[in-house]
């Protein structure tokens, strides 16, 4: 008798400002039944974040604490905070057969693809490094300084998005949402045909 089988693992990474977040929601709304793995992180929780659902917000003491004892799948440290992905969550999903999606960057997608070669990387791409620039400064949140710094790590995160299984230009939103939307269905659909799904296939 043939034992459940696991889910899929996606991991969406991009610079800050891509839209990527978006895209996820949209995602969601379109294909039930994948699970959001919730990241932990020592920043404070902007406005329209809520603790649990957007991020699980921990103090940089119980981070580390908790990175000792190896409960991370995978951790960064970003413009000045700690961000991690409790392995219990994405391993409690897979083995349960549901697919999961992590939102992370470079450093922890990289960490995942290292640790569970199975996992689906998608990275979401600005149409133009200027563009990007454009959004940051238009969200109005961040000091001159740290614009700089965001934008310095844009340029190494899209330097790596060649490691990636698929990117994603988000020129538009709706256009962007049915490229993820073609690529997770593509997964599920050759996880159906005998011998699964391969990255030589989709």
Do not use: W
């Not at 891509?18 to 919730?38: A, D």
């Not at 119980?62 to 413009?79: I, P, S, T």
């Amino acid at each position: 008798m043939q034992g459940r089988p696991k889910g899929n693992l996606f991991v969406l990474s991009g610079p800050s400002g891509t839209g990527k977040g978006t895209l996820r929601k949209i995602l969601f709304e379109r294909v039930p039944g994948i699970e959001f793995s919730i990241s932990c992180t020592t920043r404070e929780p902007r406005d329209d974040e809520k603790d649990g659902v957007d991020y699980r917000f921990i103090t940089e003491r119980e981070f580390r604490a908790r990175l000792d004892d190896g409960e991370f799948l995978e951790h960064a440290f970003v413009h000045g905070y700690y961000y991690g992905t409790l392995r219990s969550d994405v391993v409690r999903a897979l083995e349960s057969g549901r697919d999961i999606m992590l939102e992370i960057d470079v450093q922890g997608a990289l960490q995942v693809r290292a640790a569970m070669p199975e996992s689906r990387l998608i990275f979401v791409s600005p149409p133009s490094f200027e563009e990007l620039e454009h959004r940051l400064r238009d969200r109005g949140t961040e000091t001159e300084e740290r614009l700089r710094v965001r934008l310095h790590n844009a340029r190494l995160e899209m330097e790596q998005s060649c490691k990636y299984d698929h990117v994603i230009i988000n020129d538009r939103a709706d256009r962007a949402a049915d490229e993820l939307t073609r690529i997770v269905l593509a997964y599920r659909d050759a996880d159906k045909r005998p011998g699964g799904a391969s990255h030589e296939t989709l």
